[in-house]
């Protein structure tokens, strides 16, 4: 994987020559500086594999003592002498879970990107075929958990492609090869216990256990804590399994939904339009307003309609900043924040539920915007606090405290102030993109 990233900068350098005459003229300076660069890159990505195979080959020697150690946590567990001799004996350490672990992306992901590559017309179609098929079991959760049948659906789609694929990495494996890893060790134990418990409880197989690299499971890519505690029996032969019944798997799915706080009846959030004079001063989860404030401000349904005249507060999202499509997220958006803190993925799973469910697809199409390296963002954050906007210290990782610097930096400048890190604020403080 490391080594693919080298590749993507030399495919990017190659196709930037517009022609064969371009790629083959004679060097200027200007190639020189390409030249160096595209070196320095290579050079960079040379020490940063000899750093991961040293990490890797570290952990490989370690492996055998924390199996030992994994055979004593599991006595203690409770666990089986046969799971204890066989099974946790035999895991295995696996090279491509820490590389995956320790990888970093070189670039944020823009929402347009993110979004299209996942509410596809491909999976409305599937989910509004399969809502059809499910119609009896969906309805029967609707009414038991309280989750309508398209978010189930929507969940399942982006998840595992209406389990189409479930991943193929050994679970026990993954999570022992992490569980051996000192960084989130205690956590990555408590899961290889659970699922070592969930293999004796069900009687599955280890080879049947397979799933992502960081040990999430089944058709819903449950954790086993959360197999454990909410996974659900729901085609009544004794065992829940999310690989292979996706009667279980769907009622799983509502159970935990419901846990989660899933609010009856009400939905996700939409797509609206904002006002031309809009202030942005009220942006994301910690700003959440009743809906008669956004009314108030002139926030609109896509179709020109008012909002709901509902008593229910809404958070604004602008996932894209001014130009792409704005939302207001409801409790149910914090819900499904609860199942992945990703807004980017709150948003399309709910959109997603829409589609499912007859809606329209977006009314403004989110835009194409440069993906940004971790470096740019924090050119980015260095520049904010030289200017006097405290966004805390540069990590390249744009959180609040780097948003609301961007909208005070904004405001100071007589710019929208959406808190996005467009262009237009990099030109401002003088970044070259």
Known sequence: MMKAKGMYYLAASITACVSLSACSS???????????????????QAAQDVQLNEI???HAAAFPTCVANLQARAQ????????????????QFVPKVIELDQAQPEFSQTFTNYFTKRATDWRVNEGRRLLKKHRVLLDKLAQQYGVQPQYILSFWGLETNYGSYKGKMSVLDSLATL?????????????????LKLKEKYGFDKH????????????TQFMPSAY???????????KADLWNSTEDALTSAANFLQHLGWQRNERWGREVLLPNNFSYQ??????????????????????????????????????????GPAFLGYENFNVIMRWNRSEFYAITVGHLADRINGGEPLKVAPPEQPRLSREQIKQLQTKLNESGFDVGKPDGVLGRNSTAGIQAFQRSNNMIADGFPSPEVFTALGISL
């Open 26 to 44: 004679a060097p200027t300076a200007n190639a020189t500086s390409d030249n160096n660069s595209q070196i320095a890159i290579e050079q960079a």
């Open 179 to 195: 569980a051996c890893e000192p960084r989130r060790s205690d956590y990555f134990t408590t899961e290889l216990m659970q699922a």
């Open 56 to 58: 890797i080959a570290s």
């Open 228 to 238: 454990a505690k909410y996974a659900i029996d729901g085609d009544g032969d004794g």
């Open 282 to 323: 009220h942006l994301g989860a910690k700003e959440a307003q009743p809906l008669s404030q956004w009314a108030a401000q002139s926030v609109r349904q896509t179709n020109g309609l008012s909002l709901p005249a509902i008593d229910m507060k809404a958070a604004l999202y602008l996932p894209s900043g001014h130009t």
């Open 76 to 91: 203690r567990e409770g666990l089986s002498e046969e799971t204890i001799n066989n099974t946790v004996a035999s895991l």
């Open 208 to 219: 049947t256990m397979v799933g992502s690299w960081a040990g999430a499971m089944g058709h």
